[in-house]
């Protein structure tokens, strides 16, 4: 089985998302008054990693991504405006 090349870029875009992911969640978990910011990585997240799931053609990883996009528009209207 070859192995698949993937770009920098896509690790990259990966990774910030993974860390706006872990980071965002961490900020809600704490519950110190930044919930709202934790929604904002949460959308910095989903958005990179539904890139991800387009660039990779990950049907299954780009719906749960859109599926968390909107969930985290409504948190963030929720908590911030």
């Not at 961490?26 to 519950?31: D, E, K, M």
């Not at 539904?50 to 749960?64: I, M």
């Amino acid at each position: 089985m070859m192995r698949r090349y993937v770009p920098s870029l896509l690790i990259t875009t990966k990774w910030v998302g993974t860390v706006a992911g872990i980071t965002g969640a961490v900020l809600i978990a704490l519950n110190i008054g930044f919930v709202g910011y934790g929604f904002m990585l949460f959308l910095i997240s989903s958005i990179l990693w539904s890139a991800a799931a387009v660039v990779q053609r990950d049907v299954s990883l780009g719906v749960l991504q859109g599926a968390f996009t909107i969930i985290n528009v409504l948190g963030i209207f929720r908590w911030m405006v």
